[in-house]
Every structure is written in C-alpha cells, then in structure tokens.
C-alpha cells in the first residue's frame, strides 16, 4: 500500500459522502432513486472497503491504521445514503385544497393544509402543518425545510386563485368544483394544463350552482397580460382567461380577470386573487444519527491521522511509516 | 484473500438488489377526496363565522353538546327538503342537549337569512362566505350532515339529504354515549 490507494481511497470517500449529504441539500433530484446512483455508491464502499482491509493489517503503516477510522466513518455515510436512496419512499407530492387533510402513510402522520382567504393566496403565507401520534406538530411554512427521522419536508409554492362570485345584485354566491375532490373549495389549483398560443397554460374548473353556470379558468402568466387588451393598470399582472357555460355547456362569454379585478361576465360578477398555496413534498433523506455518525468518525479520523503524520514529521503522504 | 471474497460476494449481492429493486417514480397526490364519512373519530375543526345577525359563532362555541352541522344553501333542492326534518329535530333534542347548526356555504347573509326566515327555521344559522366548514369537512356535495359528540369528536358523517328517521337514528350513538 502506498500513496496512491491511500488517495484513492480518500477521494472516494469524499465523493461518497458528498454525494450522500447532496440528498438532503437537494432532496427532490430523482437521480437519487435510480439504479446508478446506488451502483455508484456500491463501488465507492467496495473501494473504501478493500483500502480498509489492507490498513487494518498495517499495510499502510501507523497512517493507515488511523485512517481506517476515517473510511469506516465514510462507509457508515455512504451505506445510509444507499439506504435512503434505494429503500426509502418515492418523493411524494402532496397538493390538496385549504382547510382539508390529506393522509401520509409513510411517516404515520396526517398533514393539515390550513385555510386559505384571499389575502393568504396573494401573499402566499399559507402553511401545512403535520400531526403525529404523541409527538408535537410541525408547522411547514414557505421555502421551509424539515426533517423528520429519515425523510424531508419542504413544502413548494403552487398556482392558486381565491375566487369571489356574486350575483348582478352583488350577492355572494356559491362555488363548488364538481370535477375535484375538494368540492366547496373556492381556491383553484390549476391541476390541468391545456395549450393557448404555444404555451403550455395551467386551468381549473368551478361551478356557480346557484346561476348554473360552469367556469374554465385558464390561468395567465404576468407576461402575457402585456399584450393583451387590459386596462393599462392591469398589464403585467396574472390573470385569468374565463370560459363560461350553462348547464347545457352552451357557450355564454369569454373575459380576461386580471388579479384583483372585478369583472362581469354571464350574469357573474367574478373576482380572482391570485397567488399561491403551499405544495407539500416529502422526500427520503439519509437518516440523520448514522449520516452524522459517519461523517463525525470521518472527520476524526482525518484529523487523528493528520496529527500522526504532524508527530512523525512524516507530513508528504508518500512516506509511510512501517511498510 | 478469504476478506477479499467475503467482500466481492457483498459487493454481488447489493448489485443484485439493486438490479432487481421495483423502483417506482414520484407520487403526486392531489386531494383523493374520500367524504365526511372518512373524518369519524377526528376532532372536529371550528372556524370563526358570522350568524345572520352578524354576531360571530362556531363549532367550538357548543363544545359539550351534541352538534348536528347541517351543510347546505339555498340554491340546492335537497338541502331545503330536509329543512322542515332538522327543525322537528332541533325542537325534539334541544332539551337533551343536542343542537342543529345550520352553516350555509358561500352565500350573502340576507340571502340565507330570509330563506331561512320564510320557512320557519328557528335554529342557528352561520354563513360560511368563504367556505371553509365545506372544505375541512371534505364534503362532496350539498347537503352534508356532521353528527359532533359532546367531547368535540366527530362521530359520524352522511353526505346526501336525510330523513327525520334517518336523523334520530344518526345521534342516537352520541345520545347513548352521555
């Protein structure tokens, strides 16, 4: 054993460990779930294995032993990242309307997707908290990270619309959205997409039973209001692109509701805030103690190694002693 | 060299889990819905609502009595058919400590209220402008009854119009339960 395995076997296992800590750095990549990912992994900890075998009956002298600490560390490490890439559960993305509760199986728990006015769409301050049996909540707000045993939380920003319907008379009016699960919902969440001018554009559906009237909304992206004919004030603002029918699906009226605006279309006076919801998306994620474990006994081990060599006054890493 | 194999067969044997690991894509979940019935046993979720008096009101505020939460609005048939039914029971039960809630979904106030007026209702009715009793209590469609126990569970819950009979019947297990 000389310098070079020690080398090599260093640089797999930072390679290893970064590729492992990438997991909770950047848990959706998918890369993480796939066949190559832990084949990679595999071959980092044969490399790591094999240099510990050899430095554990003193091939690479008094360094080498102490480096084993290191690359048992390494190996701890990479095996929890192969782990929670390989067996762990699949990302789940879990988008459901304001004030419902949506199950998760895998950690047991249930997340509660708080209510939602129009303020808390265009702001997007909405959060999703998770209750567990005998352990104490976890509010999830935006851009937030979480980590939960061996999975991560974080939840996403979505397209929302808060919709507001009244009559000619300004009476509020029911919304139901017969063809999703959230049927008293008046907050859309664009789960379909359909193409308008090349773009690919995200829609929803609701109802206004009281009028009979059924609306597809079509949600429009700041930059394309500017070229639209809106009022001046309301270019460069989301929009939505109404679509209305009767019971019958005949035809009443097509309009544009920039953000915040009222408009009358079909007997409907309609206004749309709009903004975002949370997402909620659960990731597998290295389990904590052994990924801290490891990397620990890794550090130590460099560092129990490196006062070995600073002792010896043997420093350059091709003089080993004892071989 | 018996390290060497012991090493090799390891290295074998997690290639060919991960040959053959089912590995499955992302799941989204978007809301599988599921009713009222699927909530049974949960605690029952308040939210702070105008009467059509403009007093503000809600569920908790009868934590300890027998709630019947009656979704409904004036636009759905069903809801006013079974309005004449919930009455007789709000009168029938009220001394034994059950209430009838009316909570109208998305609906102007004086709308609800003179509905409510013109056919005799003498039970509290909220309005739910923004909806959102129908969204917790994952209703799929109007009217949606809410039977709550004393302790503030849910006990059961009936998506669809009910009869008198079918009523009595609902709270019973919530009455036996005092």
Redesign the interface.
């Known amino acids: 054993m000389r310098s070079s395995p020690r080398l090599t076997a260093l640089t797999v296992a930072v390679v290893c460990i970064g590729l492992v800590v990438a997991q909770d750095v950047v848990p959706l990549v998918?890369f993480f779930?796939?066949?190559q990912y832990?084949?990679a992994l595999?071959?980092g900890?044969?490399v790591m294995?094999?240099y510990l075998?050899g430095a554990l009956r003193g091939q690479d002298g008094m360094v080498g032993r102490r480096l084993a600490l290191a690359l048992a560390g390494a190996v701890v490490a990479t095996v929890t990242g192969?782990v929670s890439g390989?067996?762990g559960p699949?990302?789940?993305?879990?988008?459901?309307?304001?004030?419902?509760?949506?199950p998760i199986p895998d950690l047991h728990a249930a997340a509660f997707f708080t209510?939602a006015?129009a303020a808390t769409i265009a702001n997007g301050t909405a959060h999703v908290i998770l209750r567990r049996p005998n352990h104490a909540d976890v509010e999830i707000g935006p851009n937030d990270r979480k980590f939960l045993g061996a999975s991560v939380l974080l939840v996403e920003p979505s397209h929302a619309a808060f919709i507001e319907a009244r009559d000619a008379a300004?009476?509020?009016?029911?919304?139901t959205q017969p063809t999703?699960?959230?049927?008293?919902?008046?907050v859309l969440?664009f789960?379909n997409e359909q193409e308008i001018a090349g773009k690919r554009l995200p829609f929803d559906t609701f109802a206004v039973?009281?009028l009979q009237r059924i609306v597809k909304a079509v949600l429009l992206p700041a930059s394309m209001t500017t070229t639209l004919r809106v009022r001046p004030e309301d270019a460069g603002k989301p929009a939505l692109l109404y679509a209305v029918d009767d019971e019958h699906n005949t035809s009443l009226g097509l309009t544009i509701d920039p953000d915040g605006r009222e408009v009358f279309v079909a007997g409907l006076r309609l206004r749309a805030t709009i903004g975002s919801y949370p997402t909620l998306v659960v990731a597998s994620a290295p389990e904590p103690f052994a990924l801290s474990a490891g990397v620990g006994l890794f550090i130590a081990g460099l560092l129990w190694a490196g006062i070995g060599l600073f002792c010896a006054g043997a420093l350059p890493l091709r003089n080993p002693s004892g071989s | 060299m018996r390290?060497?194999l012991a090493?090799a067969a390891a290295?074998v044997a997690?290639?060919v889990?991960?040959?053959f690991?089912p590995?499955?894509?992302?799941?989204?979940?978007?809301?599988?819905?599921g009713g009222p019935r699927m909530?049974v046993g949960?605690p029952a979720?308040s939210?702070p609502v105008k009467r059509v008096d403009g007093t503000v009101d809600g569920l908790d505020h009868y934590r300890g009595r027998i709630v019947v939460m009656n979704?409904w609005?004036?636009?759905?048939p069903p809801c006013r058919e079974e309005m004449p039914a919930l009455e007789r029971l709000y009168r029938e039960y009220r001394s034994r400590g059950v209430v009838v809630l009316g909570v109208d979904?998305?609906?102007?106030p004086?709308?609800a209220q003179a509905y409510a007026r013109a056919h005799g209702v003498t039970y509290p009715i909220l309005i739910d402008?923004?909806?959102?009793y129908?969204?917790?209590y994952?209703?799929?469609?109007?009217p949606t009854t809410i039977i709550v126990g004393r302790d503030g569970h849910i006990v059961k819950g009936i998506d669809g119009e009910l009869t008198l009979a079918q009523m009595r019947e609902a709270i019973a297990p919530a009455l036996r339960a005092q």
């Not at chain 2, 402008?129 to 959102?132: A, G, V």
């Not at chain 2, 994952?138 to 109007?142: H, T, W």
Request: charged share 10%; proline share 5%.
């Open positions: 998918d779930h796939t066949w832990a084949t595999a071959l900890v044969v294995l094999g075998n192969i390989l067996l699949d990302t789940q993305t879990v988008r459901h309307a304001p004030g419902s509760v949506a209510s006015d300004g009476n509020r009016l029911t919304i999703n699960a959230a049927f008293l919902s008046p969440l789960p039973p009281a | 390290t060497v090493v290295v997690v290639l889990v991960i040959a690991y590995g499955g894509g992302p799941k989204l979940d978007v809301g599988a819905g909530l949960a979720q939210f979704l609005a004036t636009w759905c979904q998305g609906e102007a004086r709308v402008e923004d909806q959102q129908g969204r917790a994952a209703a799929v469609g109007l």
